[in-house]
């Protein structure tokens, strides 16, 4: 079965809004798995726009399951996962001002830069997945630096599904026999919903894990978060 690990930024998004700690990301995040998930991820920016860097130290003391810590690592997010040394870390290419992640790695262009972050990381026992899009070549150039997994980009598939959903997984079934070809794990993020994430999961082989946050916790303002997460468990079982 493939895991869910709940993206929280959204959260701490809501909770920066007006200052305090209401609501409280750490008891969410605890709610969380209490309800199901099997992961916890979260995304620090540098400019701390929802997860702060403490929140991350917060939340490493406390979560239970699969903690990943995904971001752009610079010198202060490395030295943040090197402190906390969570069960995953996530390569994310992001810009600066970048609103959300909107594209992976080229994992040829940036192979030396790729490869020393994953030694550092590995070094730590820390498991190392890059971001990237799918295209087997990006899944290759991934496994030539020594990454354990790769996440497949999603969102291409999430805004042409309505269209031709066949046509849209198409890409992410090639990339993912790729990934199986070489012996890497398989992850996968970013746009995916109640409406697209049983077809995704059912037609990508070896898919070991999704990290859902935006449409997860928008459906929970209907739904309630404790229901919203058991109603992706079972797109996923």
Same mark, same amino acid.
């Given at each position: 079965?493939?895991?869910?690990?709940? $993206? %929280?930024?959204?959260?701490?998004?809501?909770? $920066?809004?007006?200052?305090?700690?209401? =609501?409280?990301?750490?008891?969410?995040?605890?709610?969380?798995?209490?309800?199901?998930?099997?992961? &916890?991820?979260?995304?620090?920016?540098?400019?701390?726009?929802?997860?702060?860097?403490?929140?991350?130290?917060?939340?490493?003391?406390?979560? /239970?399951?699969?903690?990943?810590?995904?971001?752009?690592?610079?010198?202060?997010? %490395?030295?943040?996962?090197?402190?906390?040394? =969570?069960?995953?870390? +996530?390569?994310? @290419?992001?810009?600066?001002?970048?609103? /959300?992640?909107?594209?992976?790695?080229? +994992?040829? /262009?940036?192979?030396?830069? #790729?490869?020393?972050?994953?030694? +550092?990381?590995?070094?730590?026992?820390?498991?190392?997945?890059?971001?990237?899009?799918?295209?087997?070549?990006? !899944?290759?150039?991934?496994?030539?630096?020594?990454?354990?997994?790769?996440? #497949?980009? +999603?969102? @291409?598939?999430?805004?042409?599904?309505?269209?031709?959903?066949?046509?849209?997984?198409? =890409?992410? !079934?090639?990339?993912?026999?790729?990934?199986?070809?070489?012996?890497?794990? #398989?992850?996968?993020?970013?746009?995916?919903?109640?409406?697209?994430?049983?077809?995704?999961?059912?037609? !990508?082989?070896? #898919?070991?894990?999704?990290?859902?946050?935006?449409?997860? %916790?928008?459906?929970?303002?209907?739904?309630?978060?404790? $229901?919203? &997460?058991?109603?992706?468990?079972?797109?996923?079982?």
């Amino acid at each position: 079965m493939t895991r869910l690990s709940v $993206n %929280i930024n959204k959260i701490a998004t809501i909770r $920066n809004a007006r200052g305090g700690n209401n =609501p409280d990301l750490v008891m969410v995040a605890l709610d969380c798995e209490r309800f199901g998930a099997q992961g &916890i991820t979260v995304h620090p920016r540098p400019d701390e726009r929802h997860i702060r860097y403490q929140d991350v130290l917060d939340l490493s003391n406390l979560v /239970t399951t699969e903690f990943n810590i995904e971001g752009n690592p610079d010198e202060r997010f %490395i030295e943040l996962v090197k402190r906390v040394k =969570p069960a995953q870390v +996530t390569l994310v @290419p992001d810009a600066v001002d970048a609103i /959300t992640s909107n594209a992976g790695w080229d +994992t040829i /262009t940036h192979a030396d830069h #790729l490869r020393a972050l994953v030694n +550092t990381f590995k070094a730590d026992g820390i498991r190392v997945s890059i971001f990237v899009d799918a295209d087997e070549r990006m !899944v290759e150039g991934a496994k030539a630096v020594g990454t354990d997994r790769i996440e #497949l980009y +999603t969102e @291409p598939y999430a805004a042409h599904y309505t269209e031709n959903r066949e046509a849209a997984v198409a =890409p992410f !079934v090639q990339a993912a026999l790729k990934a199986q070809e070489l012996g890497l794990g #398989l992850n996968a993020g970013h746009d995916l919903s109640l409406e697209n994430l049983r077809f995704f999961a059912e037609n !990508v082989p070896g #898919l070991d894990e999704v990290s859902i946050g935006h449409a997860l %916790i928008c459906d929970a303002l209907y739904f309630g978060l404790e $229901n919203t &997460i058991q109603m992706y468990l079972r797109e996923l079982a």
